[in-house]
């Protein structure tokens, strides 16, 4: 009897005591949350924190109680625990979401778990977990199944574009009305989780919820992929990812490559090939005139040949759309009014005698700058190129006369390809940079994507690199290579006298 009556108010108490606990956990969990996640996901986890605005993709509105990046099964309730978890201890690449790993402890990463999933009253379990079956190991075999299934009724093409760059002509809405673009496949760098195999599975298999990016193991789409065909897409756009021209953050210099006869003016010539390239990264240019914070290009690859009379550069970089002002198509699939892609190489005016740059932005009076200028023309005008002489922002000038600068472009699945070109010297000192076989010149890189709006000091930049003409292979060498053999054959000479004396005294 007692032993019944104890029992009961166990029973009735235990849920008061969970609840208390959960209490204390919300607490501690709200606190982390007003210090660190506040300020973009709101008070209310709404995602309209006072940051939020200038955020591209925005903050997540915890209310809905919606996770993109999540294993739970395609039609479950809500994602696993996990899934959350691993976002917030890892952030999200590409998005201004932070990894908290390194800042908040174990125990503050659950506690401020519990209390965003309080916003939609998230609580238990999912009601369904992706099956991964069993994981087939990359083959070359299974990369070209892959393929197959991406681009098969346009399955995956149709927004992520045939070469994976995102590049399909397909304006795409999330949830809430904002604008989203198709990852560039080729970009890993970019996923919000991973590419790994195992993570891409999963993105298929649920898609991404929030988004356009529907699910593939939904049996009701006509799209539907079984378990072993996603791991041949998953391996396929694995395969996809870059290798070369991705940033190597020890390069600082663009190596130009001295060449005998014409250099190529097509930027589609092989002998680009054999140049070395460069990859840099571009950022936002936030700090002068009007800003722009959500710049669609984050790298941009450079090299550069050369003769005995000018210098070429080589401009490379991913854009998803061929902007074309005046374009109906292009139109109906950008948000505002378009402008011509385009982009600038900065130069100083004169080569700095040591390590010193002119200012990053255009220069200044102390230290003008030359840009050489390219953008890719609308409906109405064709491409155009020139230089504009600047001394900051503000003090722009284009040239009347650009003399014998030259800029051409191509695009072709999502990849800008363009080259400059112009004499090592202009014999105009006072206006032009000089160029010198084995100087260091400062360079660096201004790129607009004129689909996402970006125009005049909206743009995307990278930080100075360096130029150089790395003294040709032409005569030089040949000279060293006689001396040294010159050389070599001395040395025989002293030590085969050496050797016939050294035997005659031994005998
Ligand atoms: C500087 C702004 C910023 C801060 C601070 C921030 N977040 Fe975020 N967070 C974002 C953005 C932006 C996204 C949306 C990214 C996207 O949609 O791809 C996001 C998304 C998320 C997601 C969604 C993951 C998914 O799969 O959908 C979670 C969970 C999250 N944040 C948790 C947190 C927590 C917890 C904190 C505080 C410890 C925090 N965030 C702090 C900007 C921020
Ligand atoms: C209707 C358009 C659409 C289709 C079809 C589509 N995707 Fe996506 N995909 C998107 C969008 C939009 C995003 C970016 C979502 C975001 O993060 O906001 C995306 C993102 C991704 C990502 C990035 C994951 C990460 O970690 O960041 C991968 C991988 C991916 N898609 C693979 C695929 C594959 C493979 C297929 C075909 C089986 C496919 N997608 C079909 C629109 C689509």
């Given at each position: 009897?007692?032993?019944?009556?104890?029992?009961?108010?166990?029973?009735?108490?235990?849920?008061?005591?969970?609840?208390a606990?959960?209490?204390?956990?919300?607490?501690?969990?709200?606190?982390?949350?007003?210090?660190?996640?506040?300020?973009?996901?709101?008070?209310?986890?709404?995602?309209?924190?006072?940051?939020?605005?200038?955020?591209?993709?925005p903050?997540r509105?915890?209310?809905?109680?919606?996770?993109?990046?999540?294993?739970?099964?395609?039609?479950?309730?809500m994602?696993n625990?996990a899934?959350?978890l691993?976002m917030?201890?890892?952030?999200?690449?590409?998005?201004?979401?932070?990894?908290w790993?390194?800042?908040l402890?174990?125990q503050?990463?659950?506690?401020?778990?519990?209390?965003?999933?309080?916003?939609?009253e998230?609580?238990?379990e999912?009601?369904?977990?992706?099956d991964?079956?069993?994981?087939?190991?990359?083959s070359?075999?299974?990369?070209?199944a892959?393929?197959?299934?991406?681009?098969?009724?346009?399955?995956?093409?149709?927004?992520?574009?045939?070469?994976?760059?995102?590049d399909?002509?397909?304006?795409?809405?999330?949830?809430?009305?904002?604008?989203t673009?198709?990852?560039?496949?080729?970009?890993?760098?970019?996923?919000r989780?991973?590419?790994?195999?195992?993570?891409?599975?999963a993105?298929?298999?649920?898609?991404?919820?929030?988004?356009?990016m529907?699910?593939?193991?939904?049996?009701?789409?006509k799209?539907?992929?079984t378990?072993?065909e996603?791991?041949?897409?998953?391996?396929?756009?694995?395969?996809?990812?870059?290798?070369e021209?991705?940033v190597?953050p020890?390069?600082?210099v663009?190596?130009?490559?001295r060449?005998?006869?014409?250099?190529?003016?097509?930027?589609?010539?092989?002998?680009?090939?054999?140049?070395a390239?460069s990859?840099?990264?571009?950022?936002?240019?936030i700090?002068?005139?009007?800003?722009f914070?959500t710049?669609?290009?984050d790298?941009?690859?450079?090299?550069?040949?050369?003769?005995?009379?000018?210098?070429?550069?080589?401009?490379?970089?991913d854009?998803?759309?061929?902007?074309?002002?005046g374009?109906e198509?292009?139109a109906?699939?950008?948000?505002?009014?378009i402008?011509?892609?385009?982009?600038?190489?900065?130069?100083?005016?004169?080569?700095?005698?040591?390590?010193?740059?002119?200012?990053?932005?255009?220069?200044?009076?102390?230290?003008p700058?030359n840009?050489?200028?390219?953008?890719?023309?609308?409906t109405?005008?064709?491409?155009?190129?020139?230089?504009?002489?600047a001394?900051?922002?503000?003090?722009?000038?284009?040239?009347?006369?650009?003399g014998d600068?030259?800029?051409?472009?191509?695009?072709?699945?999502g990849?800008?390809?363009?080259?400059?070109?112009?004499?090592?010297?202009?014999?105009?000192?006072?206006?032009?940079?000089?160029f010198?076989?084995?100087?260091?010149v400062p360079?660096?890189?201004?790129?607009?994507?004129?689909?996402?709006?970006e125009?005049?000091?909206?743009?995307?930049?990278?930080?100075?690199?360096?130029?150089?003409l790395?003294p040709?292979?032409?005569f030089?060498?040949?000279?060293?290579?006689i001396?040294?053999?010159?050389f070599?054959l001395?040395?025989?000479?002293?030590?085969?006298?050496?050797?016939?004396?050294?035997?005659?005294?031994a005998?």
């Open positions: 009897m007692l032993k019944r009556a104890f029992l009961a108010t166990v029973l009735v108490l235990a849920p008061m005591l969970t609840l606990q959960s209490d204390e956990e919300l607490e501690r969990g709200e606190a982390v949350y007003v210090k660190r996640c506040l300020q973009c996901h709101g008070e209310d986890g709404d995602g309209l924190g006072p940051a939020a605005e200038r955020l591209n993709p903050p509105d915890f209310t809905l109680g919606l996770y993109k990046f999540v294993t739970s099964s395609f039609d479950a309730d994602p625990d899934d959350i691993r917030i201890q890892d952030g999200m690449p590409g998005t201004a979401m932070p990894g790993s390194d800042i402890s174990e503050e990463i659950t506690d401020v778990l519990t209390y965003i999933k309080y916003f939609a998230l609580e238990g999912p009601d369904g977990q992706t991964f079956g069993t994981q087939i190991t990359s070359a075999d299974s990369i070209a892959g393929k197959l299934l991406f681009e098969d009724g346009d399955r995956c093409s149709e927004c992520h574009g045939v070469q994976g760059k995102g399909a002509i397909k304006k795409l809405k999330d949830d809430n009305g904002d604008r673009w198709p990852r560039n496949l080729t970009k890993p760098w970019t996923f989780v991973s590419n790994d195999p195992r993570d891409i599975f993105r298929i298999s649920v898609g991404i919820p929030t988004t356009q529907p699910s593939f193991a939904d049996p009701a789409s799209k539907s992929l378990i072993e996603r791991w041949h897409v998953a391996n396929y756009v694995t395969s996809l990812a870059k290798t021209k991705v190597n020890e390069n600082f663009i190596q130009g490559a060449v005998q006869g014409d250099l190529p003016n097509s930027p589609d010539d092989e002998l680009w090939e054999t140049a390239h990859t840099f990264m571009m950022v936002p240019q700090v002068g005139g009007e800003r914070f710049t669609a290009n790298t941009v690859t450079a090299r550069a040949l050369y003769n005995s009379d000018q210098v070429a550069i080589h401009l490379e970089w854009d998803r759309t061929n902007s074309i002002p374009d198509k292009a109906s699939i950008a948000d505002d009014e402008f011509e892609d385009a982009i600038a190489i900065q130069l100083p005016r004169t080569i700095p005698a040591g390590m010193e740059k002119p200012y990053f932005l255009m220069g200044d009076t102390a230290n700058v840009l050489w200028s390219w953008s890719s023309g609308s109405e005008t064709p491409e155009t190129a020139g230089i504009i002489d001394t900051g922002i503000e003090g722009q000038q284009p040239r009347n006369d650009s600068f030259q800029a051409t472009g191509s695009y072709r699945d990849t800008w390809r363009v080259v400059m070109t112009r004499a090592l010297k202009t014999g105009n000192p006072d206006e032009d940079l000089q010198e076989e084995g100087r260091f360079i660096s890189f201004f790129v607009w994507d004129g689909s996402n709006s125009t005049a000091t909206g743009h995307s930049i990278t930080t100075w690199y360096w130029l150089q790395k040709g292979a032409t030089k060498p040949l000279i060293y290579g001396l040294s053999a010159l070599v001395l040395l025989l000479v002293w030590w085969s006298r050496n050797a016939r004396r050294r035997d005659r005294s005998a």
